[in-house]
């Protein structure tokens, strides 16, 4: 196949257009008498539940991560009207499929616990001694100014 008939996600996922159901509509927005009478909207569902093209760690971790995305049945649908332009409307939903398909993929990698160097504990305490003192001084006996 040629490199239009896969949608490059990250280095180790393609998906092929095949499993991309587009389908047109009208679209509102700009475009005055050309909106009444072109479908230039494009809504783009891609079945993340049956996907071939997915590993079953990434078809977990995209149904988890995407839930709030899919529907029951596990398709991602994804609509874009912006354009008057059916084709520019069109690349905007496969881009934006790459996008969240990738980051829904991305992994973030763990968090290492650090320690506050020695100079940074002396210095917080420094500070709590400078202020313990400021605080001491105050209401002591009369105000007098020397």
Do not use: Y
């Given at each position: 196949?040629?490199?239009?008939a896969?949608?490059?996600v990250?280095a ?10 587009f ?21 783009l ?41 059916q ?43 400078r202020r313990s ?8 006996g009369?105000h007098?100014?020397?």
């Amino acid at each position: 196949m040629n490199d239009d008939a896969w949608v490059d996600v990250t280095a180790a996922l393609r998906i092929p257009r095949t499993e991309l159901a587009f389908r047109a509509s009208r679209a509102s927005g700009p475009g005055g008498q050309h909106v009444n009478k072109t479908s230039s909207r494009i809504e783009l569902e891609w079945d993340v539940a049956a996907s071939p093209s997915l590993t079953d760690a990434q078809r977990a971790r995209l149904l988890s991560r995407l839930a709030s995305r899919l529907d029951t049945a596990g398709v991602l649908r994804i609509v874009s009207g912006e354009s008057r332009s059916q084709l520019r409307n069109r690349d905007a939903v496969v881009e934006r499929l790459a996008d969240l398909v990738a980051a829904g993929l991305h992994v973030q990698k763990p968090r290492r616990k650090t320690k506050p160097s020695r100079a940074a504990k002396a210095a917080r305490l420094e500070a709590k001694r400078r202020r313990s003192i400021t605080k001491s001084r105050r209401g002591r006996g009369a105000h007098h100014d020397d």
